[in-house]
C-alpha cells in the first residue's frame, strides 16, 4: 500500500456510472493514500459528459498544485473528455477499462444517445502528460483492440492485463495490487 514519498502527490479518483463502491480498488487507493479525493456527482446513473467533466474540474481546482488522476470506464472518458478542453496542470493519469462510447454496447444506450449525451466523438488527442491504459480482452464495454486505438491516439503506455473483464469488484477486483504497481510508476516518474 501507500508510503509516505508517495502521499505527497494529490490524487484524483474518477468512478464511472455507479461510483466505485466500498470494495472497489478505487475505493481502496482513496482510503490508502492521505491525499486523495474522489470526484462526486449529483447523477452517477445518467452520466451527461459535460457535467462530469464539470465535476472533475472542480475537483481539481481544490488542489492548487498538479495531480494524479485515476480513472475507471466512464471515468476514464471523462479525464479524457477533461482533457480535450482544459489545461489545469496534470502530473499523469491511470487509465482503466475505458467504456467505448462509440460502439454498439449490450445494455447500454446506443452510439447516438451517447453521442446526445456529449461522450461521443472520444477525443483522439495526444495527451500533455503521461498516462498508462489498462484494458482486459473480455470486458463487455471495449474491445481490447479499441482501447489499445484509444492508448495509441492518446500517447499512453497500453498494458493488456487478459481476459479481467471490466477491471471492478464483479470481475473480482478489491485492493489490486498490481494496478497500484502502475500507480507506483507514475508515482516515481514524478519524482
Sequence with gaps: MADETQTSIPLIIVPGTGNSGPDHWQSHWERAYA???RMMQDDWS???CADWIEALDHALAEFHEPVL?????AGTMTIIHWAARHTRPVLGALL??????ESEIEGFPSPDI?????WAPIPRQRLLF????VASTNDPFVRIDRAEEFARAWGSRFINIGA???INVDAGFGPWPEGEQLLKQLLIVQR
Design 35 to 37: 491525499r486523495t479525493r
Design 69 to 73: 488522476l485515476i480513472g475507471h470506464s
Design 130 to 133: 503521461p498516462s498508462i491504459v
Design 164 to 166: 479481467k473483464g471490466h
Design 114 to 118: 451517447m453521442a446526445d449525451a456529449g
Design 46 to 48: 445518467n452520466p451527461f
Design 96 to 101: 482503466v477499462a475505458p467504456t467505448d462510447f
